[in-house]
């Protein structure tokens, strides 16, 4: 089955688009990358997604139209990957959707929107379309996050001493092969809070760390972040830009009495916090190696922190192993979405702390009704395999 992947992370600068072939092979799920393309959201729509984050608040009118507007923005994406990754030929369309509220209180997740309306989806591609793939979780007493995690086990697999597969995006999160996953806390989402308040919003990251690599460390200021209980609860755990979000980064520096920080200082501060969380988080499961992916492995000064603060552990990039850093949580709802599409849970009870494991998402019919394959008897895949 030919399935395009969707996903734009918690740094929501772009919608990533992967094509994948897959098929089940005995109990060996089969992934063939055919390549990814990469949308930037167009200014306008961009900033009116900023605003609606928390702590923002929006009418429901401002909601309706971000649904529409994101729902197309996918639209467009998919329609781009099959014309011209796919040859205009593809079954399935999974998409993730951008996320604008995780609703968390004392460690318990009772609900999550994501945005991008899937109706758009199916009917620019003409293709089925699976949607909305963490409520399911979260009705069954899960995180509904991080649902790579499933993806991440079947990969892991088979690999000697205790990998673990490490996202960075905006929130980073982790996997490792007993089921342990959780959010380790802000990848990226302070750093680049930071860079666009400092620059009025001209930046929207810190490009190759640089202004990290020029700045100096205030301990005051990552000592008040360290305090963040976060940090301190056992997994599973979740945790998104509800918590780590601009005014956050102000109160902390006030109360840290380094409100008048250069922005360099500030990033260097907020970059090392990234690095430690990470770190300790991998240290606690005992890891002796680390597969990055996600935008925060393009930061060499973020992966050169890391990769001080883990001695003794192998630090990679996805890339090695078959599966692109930009791209693998595209590839990784492609996967969640072919695993629904054929009856088949996507989700590991161990990793997200639900009752059971459970089909995810909802399904909107393409061009030709709904056509499914037969559902798949005797169990899920027991491994995944990158073939090229």
Not at 70 to 79: H, N, S, T
């Amino acid at each position: 089955m030919r399935v395009i992947g969707l996903m734009s992370g918690t740094s929501y600068d772009a919608i990533d688009a992967a094509a994948a072939e897959l098929r089940l092979v005995g109990d060996t799920l089969v992934l063939r990358p055919l390549g990814m393309v990469s949308e930037a959201y167009d200014a306008e729509l961009r900033a009116a997604l900023a605003a609606a984050l928390p702590p923002g608040v929006v009418p429901l009118a401002e909601v309706c139209r971000l649904d529409t507007r994101i729902g197309q923005a996918f639209a467009a994406a998919a329609v781009r990957v099959v014309a011209e990754l796919c040859a205009g030929r593809a079954e399935l369309v999974a998409s993730h959707g951008q996320t604008v509220y995780h609703w968390v209180t004392d460690g318990t997740v009772h609900g999550t929107l994501q945005l991008g309306q899937p109706a758009w989806i199916a009917e620019a591609t003409g293709l089925p379309v699976v949607a909305d793939f963490r409520p399911r979780d979260i009705a069954a007493g899960g995180q509904g996050a991080p649902l790579v995690s499933l993806v991440d086990l079947l990969w892991l697999r088979g690999r000697p001493g205790t990998p673990v597969a490490l996202n960075l995006g905006g929130i980073a999160n982790l996997t490792a092969p007993d089921g342990t996953a959780f959010d380790t806390g802000p990848g990226c989402a302070l750093i680049d809070a930071a860079a666009r308040e400092f620059s009025g919003g001209r930046l929207a990251h810190d490009t190759d760390g640089r202004l990290a690599a020029r700045g100096q460390v205030h301990e005051g200021l990552l000592g008040r972040l360290l305090d963040e209980p976060y940090y301190r609860l056992p997994a599973p755990k979740t945790t998104g830009k509800e918590l780590f979000h601009p005014g956050y980064l102000r109160a902390a520096q006030a109360g840290a009495g380094a409100g008048r920080l250069p922005a360099e200082d500030v990033i260097a501060t907020l970059t090392v916090l990234t690095a430690r969380t990470v770190a300790d988080a991998v240290h606690a499961v005992g890891a002796t190696e680390v597969l990055a992916s996600g935008g925060g492995t393009r930061n060499p000064v973020l992966m050169a922190m890391l990769a001080d603060r883990l001695p003794g552990v192998a630090l990679r990039r996805s890339d090695e192993l078959g599966l692109p850093a930009d791209a693998k949580e595209a590839y990784a709802f492609a996967v969640l979405g072919f695993l629904t599409a054929h009856g088949l849970p996507g989700t590991a009870p161990s990793s997200t702390g639900a009752r059971h494991p459970s089909v995810l998402g909802s399904v909107t019919p393409g061009r030709g009704g709904l056509r499914l394959p037969p559902p798949v008897t005797g169990g899920g895949p027991g491994r995944l395999v990158i073939e090229h």
